[in-house]
Nanobody, 127 residues
């Protein structure tokens, strides 16, 4: 049974920082591309950042570029999202997601291409 458990969300002021972590179990983590998505009230789920199997390739959305960093630790089965210079528009529920292993190691930004999802963690940025 695959489980993705996010942690680290909370309330922070504008300009502050937060770190999210996702612990994976039930899959061969070192073979799964991973991603972070978010969903604000009344909005569709959107891609935030993704990391390839090796960790050498990462992509972040334009809206968070220069502020958010994604990384993974294949020895601990975790993927992290460091969020700096947070803005009120970053307020959302943040989800960790995993894709099935594929023949190509690349970062996918379409949520429908991900196979497993965590329950999400709330991030709230106050003005």
């Amino acid at each position: 049974q695959v489980q993705l458990v996010e942690s680290g969300g909370g309330l922070v002021q504008t300009g502050g920082s937060l770190g999210l972590s996702c612990a994976a179990s039930g899959l061969t983590f070192s073979q799964n591309p991973m991603g972070w998505f978010r969903q604000a009230p009344g909005k569709e789920r959107e891609f935030v950042a993704g990391v390839s199997v090796s960790g050498l390739s990462t992509i972040v959305a334009a809206s968070v570029k220069g502020r958010f960093i994604i990384s993974r630790d294949n020895t601990k089965n975790t993927v992290a999202l460091v969020m700096n210079s947070l803005k009120p528009e970053d307020t959302a529920v943040y989800y960790c997601a995993a894709r099935h292993p594929g023949t190509l190691d690349y970062v996918e930004d379409r949520p429908e291409k991900y196979d497993y999802w965590g329950q999400g963690t709330q991030v709230t940025v106050s003005p």
